[in-house]
C-alpha cells in the first residue's frame, strides 16, 4: 500500500468512526435525561443556554459525586479482585478476550479487533463474545491498581464495539451485517452487556478517559441497549427472564433517564407475569433443569434485590416472594449434601462455595426460612428440613433420601412432563449419591448449538440412551410425559412408580424401592405391542468398574470402601452389552465412564420385565450373593410383587395400584 492511499484509508476510517468517537459529544444523549431530575438543575440551565458541552461536564460530575443510587452487587471501597480475573483484565489488554469458558486459552480477536472473529463454529463462542465478560475484570483491575492503562483500554474497546456492531435496519442491512446482528444484538447478550455496564460504569466514571463526550456516548448506547429488549423480548423461558430482571436493573440504576421508570415497570410486570408462566405448583423452573432452576431463583433474587436496594420492594406482590421462596425449597430437595446439584438436562455440577453465597443471599430476602439459613451457615444456624424424601409430582422430581449428611444415600429421579429447551428426553433417569460420591452421574450436555459438529457433540449427550432408563432400538424417547401411579413409604421400603408414553406402542413403567434406608430395587416394565431391542442403560461414575457379563453385573472399584454393586435380573434371552459413556459436568468438560445396557428382543405379546438392584457394598470382595425375581404376573397392571434375596436375607416388595 504506498502513503497517500494510506492517508486516504486513515482518513476515511476517522470519518466513518466520526459518529461514535469517545471524545466526540452525542447531543441525543441530553434529550434522553429528564434534567427536571432533582441535582440535575446545573445541567437544565447549561443546556437551555444551548451549552450542551459544559452541560455534559456537569453532569459527569454529578455522577462522579452521586450517592443515593446503590449498587446490588458493588461497594467501591470493598473492590478485591481475583487471579482469574485478574488474568482476564490482562490479557484483554492484548485483545485475548475470555469469550467462554469452554474454550481456553481465549482467543486472540486481532491487533484491530475482529468482532466477528469465530475460531470454532459453537453459537455459545460467539454469543458470548458479545457479553465483553472481561470488562468488568478491567474495571476491579483498574479499582485496584489505579492504573490508567485499563480505563483507557476499556473505554477504547467499549467505543470500537459501538462503532463496528452497529444496530441497523435488518430491511437495509446486509447479509452480512445482518449475521452478525444475530449474535451482537441477541436481546439476551444486550441484557447481559445492558446490566454489566452498571458496574463498568461505577468502576471507571471517576477515570480522566471517562469523559463527558464519552458519558455522551455511553448513556445513549445504554439506552439503545433497554429499549432494544424492551421491542425485543425473548418469546418465553429463562432468557426472557434475564431480559427482564436487568431492564429493571437499568431502570432502577439510571433514574435520571426519562425511561427509566418505564424500564422498571416493564421489567416488574415481565416478572411477575413469568413467576407464574414459568414456575410450577411445586416451586420448580419449567425447564427441567437443575442449572436454569438455581439461575431463575438468582434472576428472581436479584429482582427483589434491587427493589430493597431502591426501595421499591412493594411493587412485587406476597405471591412473588411466596413462589421464589418455594423455588429455593425445592432446590435444596432436588441437591446432595454436599451443596452440588444433578447433572440433569443442561445443568452443570455446582460447587459448594458457590452455592453457599447464593444461600446466604437468599437468607437476607427470606430471614425467616430456618433450612435456607441451615444451608448458608453449613449448619451452624437454622435447622435442617424435616422432611428426607419429598416428591415433586408436577415437575417430577422424586428424592429417596435417608439423611441430610455426608453420610446420606440420595437418590433424585427426574420423570415428569414435557420440558421447555434444556430439557432433555431421560425420563426414569436419576442420579445415587452414597457418602459423598454420585455414583450414577448424568452424562450432561457438553455443548449447546451451532455447527453440524458442534450439534452432533450436543446430540450424543441428549440421547436417552445414555441416560439411566430405557429405550427401543437405542433411540430417542418419542414422548416425554410421565406421571406418577404411587409415592408410598410402607414398613419396610418407600416407593416410587413413574409411567411414561415413551414410545408409539411402548410405555415404560418404572417402580423404584428404597429397602431399608439402604438399598435400591428398580423394577422395569416395557408394555404394549411394539417389537425390537428394548434395553436398559446405566451409566457408572468416572473410575474403573468390574464388569460381569455373565452374571449381568458391575461393581466399582474405588479403594475407599465407598463402592455400589449393581445387578439386573430380566428375561431368559437378556444380554449385556458395553456402551460408549462420557459425563459432563461443565461445558466442554468430558470424562470417559463405564456404560453398560441390558438387552432384550421385544417380541410383540410379550412385556418385558427388568429387576435392578443396586446395593452399597465395601468392595468386591465383600458384595453379598443376590437374586430377583417378580412373582406378579407380566399382563396384571395393577400389582407388584418382587421377591429380592441378598445374602441369606429375603425381601418381599409389593404395591397395588
Ligand atoms: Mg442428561
Not at 62 to 83: A, F, W
Not at 106 to 126: A, C, H
Not at 278 to 290: A, I, K, N, R, T
Request: proline share 3%; hydrophobic share 35%.
Amino acid at each position: 500500500m504506498n502513503n497517500i492511499t494510506k492517508y486516504i484509508l486513515i482518513a476515511f476510517c476517522l470519518f466513518v468512526s466520526g459518529t461514535v468517537n469517545a471524545q466526540e459529544l452525542n447531543k441525543e444523549a441530553l434529550n434522553l435525561v429528564n434534567l427536571d431530575y432533582k441535582g440535575l438543575e446545573k445541567v437544565k440551565a447549561l443546556h437551555s443556554e444551548g451549552k450542551d458541552k459544559e452541560a455534559m461536564k456537569e453532569l459527569l460530575n454529578y455522577y462522579r459525586s452521586r450517592k443515593d443510587v446503590k449498587h446490588p452487587d458493588i461497594d467501591l471501597t470493598r473492590v478485591r479482585i481475583s487471579k482469574g480475573d485478574q488474568k482476564m483484565a490482562d490479557e484483554a489488554l492484548e485483545h485475548k478476550f475470555f469469550s467462554h469458558k469452554g474454550y481456553q486459552p481465549s482467543y486472540f480477536y486481532g491487533d484491530d479487533i475482529d468482532w466477528t472473529y469465530w475460531p470454532v463454529q459453537d453459537n455459545e463462542l460467539r454469543w458470548q463474545l458479545h457479553r465483553h465478560k472481561w470488562f468488568g475484570p478491567m474495571g476491579k483491575a483498574y479499582q485496584v491498581s489505579k492504573d490508567e492503562k485499563y480505563a483507557k483500554e476499556w473505554a477504547f474497546q467499549y467505543m470500537d464495539w459501538i462503532k463496528k456492531n452497529p444496530l441497523l435496519d435488518r430491511k437495509t442491512a446486509t447479509s452480512a451485517q445482518r449475521e452478525n446482528m444475530r449474535f451482537a444484538w441477541r436481546p439476551l447478550e444486550v441484557s447481559h452487556r445492558l446490566q454489566d455496564q452498571t458496574g463498568q460504569f461505577l468502576y471507571f466514571v471517576k477515570s480522566p478517559h471517562f469523559t463527558p463526550e464519552f458519558l455522551s456516548q455511553f448513556l445513549v448506547n445504554y439506552h439503545k441497549h433497554a429499549q432494544h429488549i424492551l421491542a425485543n423480548y425473548s418469546d418465553q423461558g429463562n432468557h426472557l427472564l434475564f431480559e427482564a430482571q436487568r431492564v429493571l436493573a437499568a431502570g432502577a440504576f439510571f433514574p435520571e433517564l426519562k425511561d427509566a421508570s418505564t424500564w422498571r415497570k416493564s421489567g416488574i410486570g415481565v416478572l411477575n407475569e413469568e413467576v407464574d408462566v414459568q414456575v410450577y405448583s411445586d416451586g420448580g423452573q419449567f425447564e427441567l433443569d437443575p442449572h436454569y432452576h438455581l439461575a431463575a431463583i438468582n434472576i428472581f433474587y436479584k429482582a427483589i434485590q434491587i427493589a430493597d436496594v431502591g426501595g421499591f420492594r412493594s411493587e412485587f406482590p406476597k405471591k412473588y416472594l411466596d413462589t421464589v421462596e418455594k423455588m429455593i425449597v425445592f432446590y435444596f430437595n432436588i441437591c446432595f449434601p454436599d451443596y452440588s446439584n444433578p447433572c440433569f438436562s443442561d445443568a452443570k455440577a455446582t460447587k459448594k462455595e458457590e452455592m453457599v453465597k447464593h444461600y446466604k443471599n437468599w437468607s437476607k430476602v427470606f430471614p425467616d426460612n430456618e433450612q435456607i439459613k441451615y444451608f448458608a451457615t453449613e449448619g451452624k444456624k437454622g435447622q435442617l428440613p424435616e422432611n428426607l424424601t419429598e416428591a415433586f409430582k408436577t415437575s417430577g422430581f422424586y428424592t429417596f433420601r435417608n439423611s441430610w449428611a455426608n453420610d446420606a444415600t440420595v437418590m433424585i429421579l427426574k420423570a415428569g412432563p414435557p420440558g421447555f429447551w434444556h430439557c432433555q428426553p431421560d425420563n426414569g433417569t436419576f442420579e445415587l449419591w452414597i457418602k459423598g460420591r454420585d455414583f450414577f452421574t448424568d452424562s450432561g450436555s457438553y455443548v449447546y448449538a451451532g455447527s453440524e459438529e458442534v450439534n452432533k457433540q450436543r446430540d450424543w449427550f441428549r440421547q436417552t440412551m445414555v441416560h439411566n432408563t430405557l429405550t427401543l432400538d437405542n433411540k430417542n424417547i418419542e414422548t416425554a410425559d410421565t406421571k406418577c401411579l404411587l409415592w408410598e413409604k410402607k414398613d419396610n421400603a418407600e416407593i416410587l412408580v413413574v409411567e411414561n408414553p415413551s414410545y408409539k406402542d411402548l410405555k415404560h413403567r418404572r417402580s423404584v424401592f428404597f429397602v431399608d434406608n439402604k438399598f435400591f430395587v428398580v423394577v422395569d416394565q416395557a408394555i404394549g405391542s411394539a417389537t425390537g431391542d428394548v434395553a436398559i442403560h446405566y451409566q457408572l461414575c468416572a473410575g474403573k468398574a468390574d464388569i460381569n457379563h455373565k452374571n449381568f453385573s458391575a461393581t466399582t472399584t474405588f479403594g475407599d470402601k465407598n463402592n455400589i454393586i449393581l445387578q439386573c435380573f430380566g428375561e431368559k434371552t437378556m444380554t449385556m452389552k458395553d456402551e460408549e459413556g462420557w459425563m459432563s459436568t461443565d461445558y466442554r468438560k468430558k470424562e470417559e465412564r463405564p456404560a453398560f445396557a441390558f438387552n432384550v428382543d421385544k417380541k410383540a405379546g410379550q412385556n418385558v420385565r427388568y429387576v435392578t438392584v443396586i446395593y452399597p457394598v465395601a468392595d468386591r470382595t465383600s458384595a453379598p450373593k443376590m437374586k430377583a425375581a417378580i412373582k406378579s404376573s407380566a399382563t396384571d397392571m395393577s400389582k407388584m410383587n418382587v421377591e429380592v434375596k441378598i445374602g441369606g436375607k429375603t425381601y418381599n416388595l409389593a404395591y397395588k395400584l
